[in-house]
């Protein structure tokens, strides 16, 4: 399915955005970053689900500092294109945050609520710093102030598949990102 260049859902078409190699490439540098900023530490990745799941396994192949990694589970999309606008937490961490160097780690940013109910969620928890990492954010569809502290790419303002991101919870298994042709 990966080398196709067009993927036909419905009346909808979506094309290449993001290839394989520009996603490792990225990613790589990402990883290189993060074990240069937190030398000395054994920061802990929380992942997001499920987006957030292949960005979170690629990232941390390209770490080179001890880490750990938890994960929890937020929905805000449903079956749609679009936000709800509401998020629920759906699972909760394991571990314990406190006084840990915890990062963020999230497919997408597109209004930032979701950033926003996490900042509120560990607002509860007093870790000894955090950070968000985004592969993607759509800075034009920020309705909140949010922080994000290392961005993979800024896209713009379309809904996207692939590497981890779905549509009514398919294309999650695509090696490249695609985005809707308007
Ligand atoms: P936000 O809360 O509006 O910032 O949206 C964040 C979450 O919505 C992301 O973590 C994704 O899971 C999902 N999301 C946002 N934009 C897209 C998209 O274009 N495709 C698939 N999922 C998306
Ligand atoms: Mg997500």
Known sequence: MNKED?????????VPLITEKELNTRIRE????????????????????????????DLIKNIY????????????????KISSGEVKL?????????????????????TGLSIRYI???????????MKVVSLLLKRESLKYNVKIDYIGFEIPSRFVI?????YSQK??????????EE
Do not use: H, W
Not at 33 to 50: C, E, H, R
Not at 65 to 80: A, H, N, R, T
């Open 119 to 129: 900042e509120e969620l560990f607002s509860k928890y007093s870790p000894s710093s």
């Open 30 to 57: 990402m990883g290189e970053q993060l074990s240069k900023d937190y030398a000395g530490k054994t920061p802990v990745f929380i992942g997001v689900l499920n987006g957030a799941f292949l960005f979170l396994a």
């Open 65 to 80: 500092v001890d880490c750990e990694i938890d994960f929890f589970k937020l929905s805000s999309y449903g079956d749609e």
């Open 162 to 166: 692939g590497y981890g991101m779905d």
């Open 171 to 180: 294309y999650r298994n695509l090696r490249s990102i695609y985005v809707l």
């Open 90 to 110: 759906i699972k909760e961490l394991n571990c314990d945050v406190n006084d840990r160097d915890i990062i963020i780690v999230e497919d997408i940013v597109d």
């Open 6 to 14: 067009k993927i036909i859902i419905g009346s909808d078409v979506f």
